[in-house]
């Protein structure tokens, strides 16, 4: 067998390398990691055809205009980061002059880090509104094991990290449902921020509000000050599920009558539902477990597939 040549070996260590499924957020993304290997993998087999390496030049696309786009990835700087509990962080990303993301609400975007070689893509949804003006804020639980998590820990003020979208979002008009009825599970509260704030903002918008979020403590509720403004609000509540807290008695007192301790069950979810004040349409965000129990939870209770949408 003859020995490779240096030139075959060249094309080879020049050749794209094809995403590991985790490397897929799986979030409809258009263009997914996917469709960008498979464009880069052609013009690879274009170059090598022709024994070009110039051709291989633009492979990697990424821009640094600062305007977000879902083709190409763009470099924003870090602004602040901010340790909200252990193991959950909010940064804030600066956007040049007054310019706005201008996302529609509930859409994600997508990161990318390279960890150890390997380029690694994760969606997460802004929690500032839309429109929000020379920023842009998401809020990110960070694994011990997780790949992308060893990347975002090393992120500090001033970095340059790379995103491109928007992608997905949830088509919210005002007034069009009689009440949301939002089930969250930790960091699933992101998509939820911007559609709150939107109804918040508006006083024509008249829909009522019901926000659950889950929880495993009291200490690990995110955003507590922001979330107690909401609650102010006449057609807003705010209930909390805490999984491992066993009693009430330790929390403020402002939360106990708005709090449950144990798991979001499916006796829970019908005392919530008959709580409502009109027939709710309902917003799941969790992990894939939390979303598969909240959907079957919600058909014992009454509510049709069409009346809910899952981030």
């Not at 690694?120 to 998590?149: D, H, W």
């Amino acid at each position: 067998l003859q020995a490779m040549s240096d030139n075959e070996q060249d094309w080879l260590a020049l050749r794209p390398q094809e995403p590991s499924p985790s490397q897929c957020c799986g979030g409809g993304c258009k263009p997914c990691i996917y469709d960008v290997y498979e464009k880069e993998l052609a013009q690879w087999e274009r170059a090598k055809a022709k024994q070009d390496k110039s051709l291989l030049v633009e492979k990697k696309e990424q821009s640094n205009n600062s305007v977000l786009n879902p083709d190409t990835f763009t470099g924003f700087s870090v602004s602040s980061v901010e340790q909200l509990t252990e193991d959950t962080y909010q940064y804030k990303f600066e956007l040049p002059g007054n310019s706005s993301l201008r996302l529609s609400l509930g859409q994600h975007i997508v990161l990318r880090g390279v960890v150890n070689g390997l380029e690694v893509q994760r969606a997460y949804t802004p929690i500032s509104p839309g429109n929000a003006e020379g920023y842009f804020e998401v809020l990110i639980k960070c694994y011990e094991a997780g790949l992308m998590s060893q990347y975002i820990k090393t992120w500090r003020k001033g970095d340059v990290v790379f995103w491109r979208g928007p992608f997905g979002g949830f088509p919210y008009q005002p007034n069009k449902h009689g009440e949301l009825l939002m089930l969250a599970s930790g960091t699933g509260l992101a998509p939820m921020l911007p559609i709150l704030q939107s109804i918040t903002d508006d006083e024509e918008d008249e829909t009522f509000v019901t926000l659950v979020g889950c929880f495993p403590t009291f200490d690990k509720i995110y955003l507590k000050p922001l979330l107690q403004d909401l609650g102010r609000y006449w057609n807003i509540r705010i209930f909390y599920v805490l999984s491992q807290e066993t009693s009430l008695e330790k929390l403020p007192w402002s939360y106990q009558e708005n709090t449950y301790t144990g798991h979001l069950n499916e006796d829970l979810m019908k005392t919530i539902i008959n709580s409502c004040r009109r027939g709710p349409f309902v917003l799941i965000c969790g992990s894939s477990l939390f979303n598969e129990d909240m959907t079957r939870y919600l058909k014992a209770a009454g509510i049709e597939e069409n009346s809910s949408f899952v981030f």
